[in-house]
């Protein structure tokens, strides 16, 4: 078992007083990196689409310099005022979009994916980041498509099997030309599965949880060995802050993952355990096909220092604690 998160990350003294503007910051990595940023005395610019969120985050994050902003992103008009209101920043992190699209009918939709992944990281880079010392962009590692091998490095083939993992690779590409047009070392981080206190309901882990506390089977897709890499939502917060506080050049891409993978029906058996039930895993067909992700964080632990420092037992103890604390949500 790995160390628990909390207290084990180090000092953000080099970022107190910067005046860091974070897109998406009421989001659930968002949520988390503001409240850590705040805590450190981050002068905090946070941007999102929706105001009782941000009252929200404002209220509830510890007492910090948080200045609030709404605004759509995609829309080019709305960018332009916040950032005269803003006027200059130190550091940009543009978290909006980070997340896979909850299950809906516009969940993997290609107009969506444009406006949300590439009309907005144009914008967030035309009229927000321009000044800036360094930026950081929250990516997915769903840009690899299908893996050729395991594990699954920077080097892999980029071959998107969705419209939302298509538009995260166009930003990315968006980001890499501002960083070299304005002379703005940038970070790319691509994330593996990220789980944790706060998660969207319609994922995976959230969804095995709350059956489970429910008294309901998880209900598991195919045989369930199909192998997945979790990231817990600290370690993922902790490798934005080491992005934020390194020396690069340029524009480097990085994965964020635990490196280990984790079958399907196994994730499913370990919150049944760590939840005190009985009940057997439900297994029903599906039509997708099997594929495995783990993916090699070696150069984020060379270039950033980065070392998840949660294994997924104690993450999810995290995770199923916070629902039990949330007894609406379930």
């Not at 994050?61 to 200045?67: F, K």
Request: proline letters at 4%.
């Amino acid at each position: 078992m790995k160390r628990n998160c909390k207290g084990d990350y180090g000092s953000l003294s080099s970022l107190k007083g910067e005046r860091i503007l974070v897109t998406g910051g009421t989001g659930h990595i968002g949520s988390h990196l503001v409240a850590r940023l705040a805590s450190e005395g981050s002068h905090l610019l946070v941007v999102a689409r929706n105001r009782e969120k941000l009252d929200g985050l404002k209220r509830n994050a510890p007492a910090g310099d948080i200045e609030t902003f709404v605004c759509n992103l995609s829309q080019a008009q709305e960018v332009s005022e916040v950032g005269e209101h803003v006027g200059s920043i130190d550091l940009l992190v543009h978290l909006a979009a980070a997340e896979i699209p909850k299950k809906s009918p516009v969940g993997d939709d290609a107009g969506y994916s444009v406006e949300n992944s590439v009309m907005a990281t144009t914008n967030v880079c035309s009229y927000l980041g321009r000044g800036a010392k360094k930026a950081c962009l929250a990516s997915a590692a769903v840009v690899y498509g299908l893996p050729v091998y395991l594990p699954v490095d920077e080097r892999h083939p980029t071959e998107p099997q969705t419209y939302h993992a298509a538009g995260k690779l166009a930003a990315e590409k968006y980001v890499k030309i501002f960083s070299q047009r304005n002379n703005c070392p940038t970070v790319i981080l691509r994330f593996a599965s990220v789980y944790g206190p706060g998660e969207a309901a319609q994922r995976t882990i959230p969804s095995f949880i709350k059956a489970v506390l429910r008294g309901s089977s998880p209900i598991v897709y195919g045989q369930g060995l199909d192998m997945r890499d979790y990231v817990y939502i600290a370690d993922v917060v902790e490798s934005i802050v080491l992005a934020l506080q390194g020396e690069i050049s340029g524009c480097k891409v990085y994965n964020i993952a635990s490196g280990q993978g984790y079958a399907i029906k196994e994730l499913a058996q370990t919150i049944v355990n760590l939840c005190g039930g009985t009940q057997p895993l439900v297994y029903q067909p599906t039509t997708g096909r099997k594929f495995d992700y783990v993916f090699d964080i070696s150069a984020a632990q060379r270039d950033l220092q980065y070392s998840p420092k949660t294994g997924l037992e104690e993450g999810l103890r995290h995770e199923i604690a916070w629902f039990q604390s949330q007894v609406t949500t379930l």
